[in-house]
């Protein structure tokens, strides 16, 4: 079942410049672990790395999904398959997105593990907001997730969040955008090179 992030009309007319990319938001580190991902082009080159802060205080069982499948080695190589321009970059489909192999089926998975119930808080989606993927269930999330690239409130209350992104922005602005006739859908897309868990503690070592 297709995971997918819903697009107001303004987007869906190709009218993203109203949400165009502007200041970044002022964000602090909090306790939570932070998830490290190092992006890279589709011929494999580095384009640096973004640092996701998850917030185990708005959403402890979605944090402890990503960082169970991170350790797992479960989003090493999997692609960034649908990034709208002034909207968001989704990825973490780890059944089907995985770079090199057959990526068309990519945002219709998920992982092994079931499916998750919704954590929604009063959090708002702002440029940088890390939030998780769903289909029309709200408690269908499970492994894809998405980065806004613009404020996109009128997702608040719809959607987990579960991070924010605190390093790396020209990093995430820079991730290869997609067809908007395509629903965003990218050929050769970016993807994630590798990705890590940076706990507080290891910060502190």
Partial sequence: MHKFVLIPAVLALGTSAALAQGTNPEVED???????????????????????????????NHVARLVELTEQGAYDGVVFHRV?????????????GQQGGDTSMAGM????????????SDATFDRGTVGMARAADPNSANSQFFID??????????????????????VLDSIKK???AANGAVEEPDYMLDVTIQNAEDEGA
């Avoid at 306790?31 to 205080?57: C, F, H, Q, W, Y």
């Avoid at 709208?84 to 089907?96: E, K, L, P, R, S």
Wanted: overall charge negative; charged content about 25%; aromatic content about 6%.
């Fill in 30 to 60: 909090t306790e939570g672990p932070n998830m490290v991902i190092e992006v890279a082009d589709a011929e494999g080159n580095s384009k640096g790395t973004m640092v996701l802060d998850l917030r185990e205080d708005l959403a402890p």
């Fill in 109 to 120: 998975g998920g992982s092994d593990l079931p499916d998750l119930e919704a954590e929604f």
């Fill in 149 to 170: 690239l613009a404020p996109a409130q009128f997702l608040d209350g719809q959607y987990t969040v579960v991070g924010q992104l605190i390093e790396g922005w020209e």
């Fill in 178 to 180: 997609g067809d908007a």
């Fill in 84 to 96: 709208i321009d002034g909207f968001m970059a989704q990825t973490g489909d780890v059944a089907n």
